[in-house]
């Protein structure tokens, strides 16, 4: 059964920061994996999607890249705002693309002014 | 499009009352899955439909919970009898071609059992 861990679970920065998100899983056997971003009191809204063939995706200030065989991803946020302030999840996709993702718990992150 | 939609925002139930919840996908897409959020156990999947059909309901907690999709623009979600240890935000998301497609979220419905 695959697991999924992000490290560290909260984390505050000042504007501006280069910061690192970090998620591992247990099985590599992925499909792909996606990161999701969730705003309080909302549901999530898909940031960026890397397929297993990849090594990284690039979405303005956000590059995530992908380890497969060591099992980690991470999600890269360049020159942190206060607007980034949300939690952020990473989901492995399974075996095939019938198999549904899995969540992390996310890391919440706060961009302090 | 307006994205998913789910109905009620908010519900507070007694115990052992029925709980209904409602989603609707997005226009077009094939896959509707169901999820639920809390703070120990994060976000799990429930159930999910292809076409209409279910594909996975492993993640159903117990006979308790019931889904049905009955038609490409409708689901739900029912519990019953519901419990205090129901209590949750409960999600819908579409995905236009696969389990592992980008997935687009509903709002959620917070569910409170007293």
């Known amino acids: 059964k695959q697991e999924v861990t992000q490290i560290p679970a909260a984390l505050s920065v000042p504007e501006g920061e280069n910061l690192v998100l970090n998620c591992s899983f247990t099985?590599?056997?992925?499909?792909?994996l996606q990161w999701f971003r969730q705003d309080p009191g909302k549901g999530l809204t898909s940031l960026l999607l890397i397929q297993s063939s990849q090594r990284e995706q690039t979405s303005g200030r956000l590059n995530a890249s992908l380890d497969k065989s060591s099992g980690r991803s991470t999600l890269y946020i360049a020159a942190s705002q206060p607007g980034d302030s949300a939690t952020y999840l990473c989901a492995p996709g399974g075996h095939s693309g019938n198999t549904p993702l899995v969540f992390g718990k996310g890391t919440r992150l706060s961009v302090i002014a | 499009d307006a994205g998913v939609i789910q109905s009620p925002r908010h519900e507070v139930t007694e115990m052992g009352q029925e709980v209904t919840l409602r989603c609707k996908p997005i226009?077009?897409?094939?896959?509707l899955f169901w999820y639920r959020q809390t703070m120990m156990r994060g976000l799990e999947l429930l159930i999910y439909f292809n076409n209409n059909v279910p594909i996975d309901d492993s993640g159903m907690p117990e006979d308790r919970f019931s889904a049905k999709m009955p038609n490409a623009s409708f689901s739900t979600l029912k519990i019953q009898p519901s419990e205090p240890r129901d209590s949750a935000v409960y999600f819908c998301?579409?995905?236009?071609?696969?389990?592992?497609?980008?997935?687009?979220f509903g709002p959620g419905t917070r569910l409170t059992v007293l």
């Open positions: 099985d590599s056997a992925i499909y792909n």
């Open positions: 998301a579409s995905s236009p071609r696969g389990a592992t497609d980008t997935q687009y």
């Open positions: 226009s077009g897409h094939d896959y």
